[in-house]
């Protein structure tokens, strides 16, 4: 390896400063921790590359707040008091003062039945959009503590710390209100076994696929969970299985989902071995959930009690994100279980068509077999059909008729594809040796006409001059070379007087 030469020749290797920089910036580590961090691994800090690159990041933002990106804070938030939050403890925390109204980004002292609007709060048992983890919903109360005062659709932190409720309003709100905040308990609880999930779904892939795997983003709610994660091949169906029966392992155990708050950085990395998440910024003191002694994570969401609440964790697809990034998703809980009741039913009705009780190999074994049969059976057709058009031929050579001294033979058939009615047209074409060919055909519902000239006439007729009056009288259009020409038309029923009048039309073509 080219650091163990650099080692060996007595040189440090530096980690670039802006590169330490973006380590800072992206997983929100302390600088002392990443200096630390590097030391232990040999490698020199540039203190002076960091600095530079945390000044430029500063100018960056400064620069884009005074251009009123959308991306900067919006005034009406960045005033406000931090939102406490209760919700690790309480599903209903009662008595919060409303600090803030806002409607359409804009503050407002108040707002009015069936508006649309946010509320910010002193207090709050609501969980905000954070760590991949999505915000609660619920319903504000009065100070009476039931009449029901707006509906809250999800929460989020337009800036950090100010939890801003997203509301549909029942009864008007003002500033200065006092309301109780009650968090929806199934959609949190759903959304707890998702995330506790998530976090045995991250250290079951650390044990299968190896130590490589690190976190590249998450997405919790009530429904599902969906992990992505550093790795760069597509993970199979067996290793997929092997991971389920981990997690699913760790469930039945029941292990104890413990929290740890306040906990030093450098503790919760170094020794309680808590992986740090990308895109997450983390202060000097950190919350680490821990779980029996098979996962420990900085995080600051909600989760259960215990893994027994989870349920049973079912994977239901594994994807690509971006190159070396891949993507699993998962349910939980009730979403687990009506995933079975759907799959139970496909069973059912799958056993019922092809009989007996069919398991996934057999009934892939039958399904392919039944394939080939199927396409064994439309070659076979096809063969037969162009056999029985074919057997004709001589029949129907003989039925031409002669226009002004050229041969002109008209068909209808049926049951031929395009492919097969060019095959008729030049074989009859050839049978007639020197003439004009149209054939035509209804194939649900739809006219096709094709038109062929033998070379020695094309002087005097062209196929595509003909096609080109056969197809107004089928309702279509066409055209071609003056060999070979077709149409398509949508008047099924003037196909046979159409084919009748051919002759007629060829004649008006020739001098
Ligand atoms: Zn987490």
Redesign the pocket.
Same mark, same amino acid.
């Given at each position: 390896m080219e650091l163990e030469n650099l080692r060996r020749r007595g040189i440090t290797p530096i980690l670039p400063g802006d590169a330490c920089f973006r380590i800072f910036e992206t997983f929100g580590l302390p600088k002392d921790f990443i200096e630390e961090a590097l030391h232990d691994d040999g490698f020199d800090f540039d203190e002076a590359g960091f600095e530079r690159a945390k000044e430029e990041e500063q100018q960056r933002a400064r620069a884009s707040w005074k251009g009123g990106s959308q991306k900067s804070a919006n005034p009406v938030y960045s005033e406000l008091p931090k939102t406490e939050f209760e919700g690790y403890s309480a599903l209903r925390v009662d008595g919060a003062r409303v600090l803030a109204l806002v409607k359409d980004g804009v503050g407002v002292p108040s707002l009015q039945p069936e508006e649309e609007g946010e509320v910010i709060l002193d207090a709050t048992a609501f969980y905000a959009d954070s =760590? =991949?983890?999505q915000g609660d919903i619920g319903l504000l109360y009065a100070s009476d503590h039931h009449t029901p005062l707006a509906e809250v659709r999800g929460v989020t932190k337009p800036v950090q710390g100010v939890f801003a409720h997203k509301v549909l309003v029942l009864q008007a709100i003002a500033v200065g209100d006092e309301v109780d905040t009650a968090v929806n308990h199934e959609n949190r609880a759903a959304t707890e076994r998702n995330?506790?999930g998530?976090?045995l779904l991250h250290a079951a892939l650390r044990e299968v696929l190896g130590k490589h795997v690190k976190q590249a983003g998450?997405l $919790?709610n009530q429904n599902r969970l969906r992990f992505d994660f550093s790795h760069f091949t597509g993970v199979s169906e067996q290793e997929m299985q092997e991971i389920e029966d981990i997690v699913n392992r760790q469930v039945l155990a029941n292990a104890h989902v413990e929290t740890l708050v306040d906990v030093p950085i450098d503790v919760a990395v170094k020794e309680l071995g808590a992986m740090a /998440?990308f895109g997450e910024k983390y202060g000097e003191r950190v919350r680490v $959930?821990r779980i029996g002694d098979f996962s420990t994570? /900085?995080? =600051?969401?909600t989760?259960t009690r215990a893994t027994g609440e989870i349920g049973l964790i079912k994977l239901v697809g594994e994807s690509s994100v971006s190159s070396g990034v891949r993507r699993l998703e998962a349910l939980s809980g009730t979403g687990a279980l009506q995933e079975f009741r759907r799959d139970y039913d496909v069973t059912r009705v799958v056993n019922q068509l092809v009989g007996g009780s069919a398991n996934a190999d057999s009934l892939r074994l039958r399904l392919a077999a039944q394939d080939d049969e199927v396409k064994k059976l439309r070659r076979e057709l096809d063969q037969a059909r162009m056999k029985a058009a074919s057997s004709t031929v001589d029949e129907v050579a003989e039925s031409a008729v002669t226009v002004k001294g050229v041969k002109v033979l008209t068909q209808r058939v049926s049951g031929l594809d395009k492919g097969q009615m060019r095959t008729l047209v030049d074989t009859l074409r050839t049978k007639l040796g020197s003439g004009v060919v149209v054939l035509g055909a209804e194939v649900e519902g739809k006219v096709s006409l094709i038109a062929a000239v033998t070379k020695d006439l094309t002087g005097t007729i062209q196929a595509g001059k003909l096609i080109g009056l056969l197809a107004p009288m089928v309702g279509g259009k066409g055209g071609g070379r003056p060999d070979l020409a077709e149409a398509g038309g949508s008047d099924a029923a003037a196909l046979t007087p159409t084919l009748a009048r051919a002759a007629e039309v060829v004649g008006t073509l020739l001098p």
């Open positions: =760590g =991949g983890q995330h506790t998530t976090h998450s $919790v /998440l $959930v994570e /900085l995080c =600051g969401g989760h």
